[in-house]
């Protein structure tokens, strides 16, 4: 405890700054498993599912970075990324299962609009 | 007759106030958007970005997407003050269960499916139940009919929380007027 | 105060992380499809809910606390609705869950 306050009353934001560390090198091991299961996934959704952990991922590191940097300006970068991984794997599905882009009639399992 | 067409003039209008409320709501929800993502304040650049507003608007307003799902204020802010901090509980329960059976040295799964009932009235309704099931891990909507929905659950006790229907009542309570 | 602070960024960040983790290797573990989308829930959840949490203490409060909150309910409305695409999907192709609906713990990983 002692050890823990002299360190956040000498240099807090290093101190800080460990955390950080420590945040995005949990987040980096998290990706390499993603991509693992996306090496191995037997079928295409195991890898759709992993890529959007990925994605998930990439927002998460590029805001722990962001602050790393004090360049908070990258969380602009965050949310267009976690745009982009939304609609791409929308995408991705959308094509795995009809083969084109093109717009479904009936869909199996939604609920009508009325 | 005439009774009859003025009921349907009445209902035009009403058609078009509603409308107009929507594409209201969706504007400001733009507008802020946009001030708090871009943080300048000079006159040109605020200019910029009321005509993108407005164009976003306008292609909105082609596709025909600006109802009560694309900018929900009939729901008000009681989503986020009555109804998050108990999804955020459940999150949290939820989340130290699943994390038990993953880390365990031997999986003890007990996999199962199970359909629930969703009795919100609306769409918009069905999808935050849904979208509620799905986020608290342990549980994943697989697919939905009228008003039912099919979930796959990786555990019994996920399975009967889902089945005693606390959260289809809470989000039948939130869409209530 | 400073102090508290400190503790509460590293607490979080730190079980955001375990959080996260703990979902790669439910991803990487899971025997079959179906169950691999819950070990993505907990990271898309809880992991990055208490990590923006903590990264929620680092700044002062200021327009980077409302751009956090912003990604924050970005992701959590957008995490479960693809993974409910991507569930549905999946059963619409024919893929069918592997269930021990009546078998209590003899699964064989």
């Known amino acids: ?114 | 007759m005439l009774s009859d067409h003025q009921k349907f003039k009445n209902q035009v209008i009403d058609d078009h106030l509603k409308s107009m409320k929507y594409s209201f709501t969706l504007f400001i929800a733009l507008l802020a958007s946009w001030l708090l993502w871009s943080g300048h304040f000079e006159p040109f650049i605020l200019l910029l970005g009321l005509f993108s507003c407005i164009f976003s608007l306008w292609i909105c307003h082609r596709m025909k997407i600006v109802d009560e799902e694309s900018a929900p204020i009939q729901l008000g802010i009681r989503p986020f003050t009555h109804y998050a901090p108990w999804l955020i509980k459940e999150i949290f329960k939820s989340n130290i269960e699943v994390t038990k059976i993953v880390l365990a040295p031997k999986l003890k799964l007990q996999r199962n499916m199970i359909e629930v009932g969703a009795n919100p009235k609306t769409e918009l309704g069905r999808v935050i139940l849904a979208n509620s099931i799905t986020l608290t891990p342990g549980t994943v909507s697989v697919g939905m009919e009228k008003d039912r929905i099919l979930v796959h659950a990786l555990s019994f006790e996920g399975a009967e929380e889902d089945l005693s229907g606390d959260m289809d009542r809470r989000v039948c309570r939130l869409e209530g007027k | 105060m400073m102090v508290l602070i400190s503790i509460l960024t590293w607490l979080l960040l730190l079980s955001g992380s375990f959080f996260a983790v703990v979902g790669g290797i439910g991803i990487v573990r899971l025997p079959e499809f179906f169950s691999r989308l819950h070990g993505g829930g907990i990271t898309d959840t809880l992991g990055a809910g208490l990590i923006i949490a903590g990264l929620l203490f680092q700044g002062e409060l200021s327009l980077v606390t409302v751009k956090l909150l912003m990604i924050l309910f970005f992701l959590m409305v957008t995490s479960p609705t693809s993974c409910h695409a991507l569930a549905r999907s999946a059963m619409t192709q024919g893929f069918k869950p592997v269930l021990e609906v009546d078998t209590l713990d003899s699964n064989k990983n």
């Open chain 1, 1 to 114: 405890m002692d050890l823990l306050l002299a360190a956040t009353e000498t240099n807090d934001s290093l101190f800080n700054d460990y955390a950080l560390v420590v945040t995005s090198v949990a987040i980096l091991v998290t990706m390499i498993l993603a991509l693992i299961r996306a090496m191995l996934g037997p079928t295409v959704f195991d890898r759709v599912l992993a890529l959007n952990m990925f994605g998930t991922k990439t927002v998460l590191l590029i805001c722990v970075i962001g602050f790393l940097t004090n360049r908070t300006d990258f969380l602009d970068l965050a949310l267009l990324y976690s745009l982009m991984n939304f609609i791409g794997m929308v995408a991705l599905l959308r094509f795995s299962e009809y083969g084109s882009f093109r717009e479904e009639g009936a869909e199996i399992g939604s609920s009508a609009k009325s």
